[in-house]
């Protein structure tokens, strides 16, 4: 099963300071047909404008995946950590028995980012942070692992989840190919460009979830950025 999620169905709100689009049930936006994709929560399309953001605020037993599209976002959390973390890489944050953490874009221009919550495998660890870059040019007609909580991964960020987070570019009139199984869940938005998965058309910031696969063929009809979640059930 495919199923593609026009961006212009997202849920959402404008704050003003932030411009919010949610692929999940979140805040004040709740679909029952979209809570969650497999142990994926949460994928807010998120758009804060220079010099706001995030206030210190807490969470618990989830695992937070932002992957940066433009400007940055400069992380700060009660355990000491402070990063900024650019267009183009990653952070994550697992929240495990509790944090308390700020994120803002001090940056002279809008920031644009996904924030992506997974459901962790086991509740109560320590919680972590780190960040990294991930250059584009690496992920030129191929993913790339950028986040992943199984141990093959070692050049990916660690998630306490069983789960991946993927990246890759892809030039138009490429194609590159997904394996899969029928019992994973999978989620992809191109972050920018526009792409067909399987033959069903796909544009920027729209969402695609998929299930029951085997393989995905995904093929560029513009230059595009693509994002991909691959979990398990929960």
């Given at each position: 099963m495919i199923e593609v999620r026009p961006f212009a169905t997202l849920g959402g709100a404008n704050h003003g300071w932030l411009n919010a689009r949610h692929h999940f049930s979140f805040a004040g936006y709740h679909d029952p047909a979209r809570v969650h994709w497999g142990a994926l929560r949460v994928w807010n399309?998120?758009?804060?404008?220079?010099?706001t953001g995030f206030p210190?605020?807490?969470?618990?037993?989830?695992?937070?995946?932002?992957?940066?599209?433009?400007?940055?976002?400069?992380?700060?959390?009660?355990?000491?950590?402070?990063?900024?973390?650019?267009?183009?890489?990653?952070?994550?944050?697992?929240a495990g028995t509790g944090i308390?953490?700020?994120?803002?874009?001090?940056?002279?221009?809008?920031?644009?980012?996904?924030q992506i919550w997974i459901l962790p495998s086991a509740r109560g660890h320590k919680p972590r942070w780190g960040s990294r870059p991930f250059p584009k040019t690496d992920r030129s007609g191929r993913f790339v692992t950028l986040a992943s909580g199984y141990s093959e991964d070692t050049d990916a960020l660690w998630i306490g989840a069983e789960a991946r987070v993927l990246g890759a570019t892809i030039r138009a009139g490429e194609s590159l190919s997904v394996e899969t199984t029928k019992d994973r869940w999978l989620y992809l938005v191109p972050a920018s460009g526009r792409v067909t998965v399987n033959d069903l058309l796909a544009n920027a910031r729209d969402g695609v979830a998929i299930t029951g696969e085997e393989r995905l063929v995904i093929r560029a009809e513009e230059d595009s950025e693509l994002v991909l979640v691959e979990t398990g059930a929960i």
């Open positions: 399309d998120d758009v804060i404008q220079s010099k210190p605020h807490p969470h618990q037993d989830m695992e937070i995946i932002t992957y940066v599209r433009t400007g940055a976002i400069t992380h700060e959390d009660n355990m000491g950590n402070r990063g900024r973390t650019e267009a183009g890489d990653v952070q994550v944050m697992s308390v953490h700020s994120e803002y874009n001090l940056e002279g221009e809008e920031t644009t980012i996904f």
